[in-house]
Every structure is written in C-alpha cells, then in structure tokens.
C-alpha cells in the first residue's frame, strides 16, 4: 500500500507507525520534509518523519511511470480522449499526480484521508480513504 503525505503526517504527530506493507513515494518524503519546515516541527518529530522514512521502501519515480502520470494529468484536466463514460475531470497538484501514478503503475492501495484522488477510481486506482 502507498500512503499520501496527510496520513504519514498523523502518524508523525502521534509517533505511531504505519502497516509494514507501507510503501512511501519519494515526492511523499519531499512534502514531509518540507512540512516539517513550514510547520517548524521541533527535534523530536523531525527525527521520527526521518525515522518513519528510512524504515520503510521508498518508490522513486522511473521512466516507466511516465505514461501512467500522463493518462492521469490528461484525466484530471478533462482531456483524456478515452475517459471512462461518467467520469469526473479535476485539477490536480502535480505532486499528487506522481503520487497516483506509482500507486497505479505498482497497483497498490492508494490510502489518504483527503479528496484529492476521489476521482481516479474510474482508471483503475484502488483508492482507500480514512
């Protein structure tokens, strides 16, 4: 399963880890270091995010996922030729396109708790929220 940054977040802040199955994309590692700036966490939680990071596998992205990354972009902008029938356009960060596309291309459970991906269900991404 790939987590999105909000989920990885809560987990920092009550010093809990996530499933063992977790897989981190390398962008989520990105926007958790540079919430911890922003946030201006202290020592304690940026050693646990560097913890958490470090302890689980990190999905970069490959030359491979780039038509997966495409097909969501044109989606979400309402572009797609072949969208699935009744299905939704809706702009997205480009971050979380990077995010949906690893989790579509290694066909994982995409787990967040925001509804940034609430469309991406009608091309195949399994979508868990929480």
């Known amino acids: 399963?790939?987590?999105d940054t909000n989920l990885l977040i809560n987990?920092?802040?009550k010093g809990s880890l996530p499933t063992v199955q977790t897989i981190i994309p390398i962008?989520?590692?990105?926007?958790?270091?540079?919430f911890s700036l922003k946030a201006d966490w202290g020592a304690?939680?940026?050693n646990f995010m560097r913890?958490?990071?470090d302890r689980y596998p990190i999905a970069d992205i490959e030359s491979t996922i780039i038509p997966d990354y495409a097909q969501i972009d044109a989606f979400s902008q309402g572009k797609l030729q072949t969208a699935p029938l009744k299905s939704s356009a809706r702009n997205m960060g480009k971050n979380d396109i990077w995010i949906a596309a690893l989790a579509l291309y290694l066909d994982l459970e995409l787990h967040t708790t925001d509804n940034d991906f609430d469309h991406l269900p009608a091309l195949g991404l399994r979508l868990v929220k929480h």
Do not use: D
């Open 44 to 46: 304690q939680k940026i």
């Open 1 to 3: 399963m790939i987590y």
């Open 27 to 34: 962008v989520v590692g990105g926007e958790l270091e540079a």
């Open 51 to 53: 913890y958490l990071i």
């Open 11 to 13: 987990h920092i802040r």
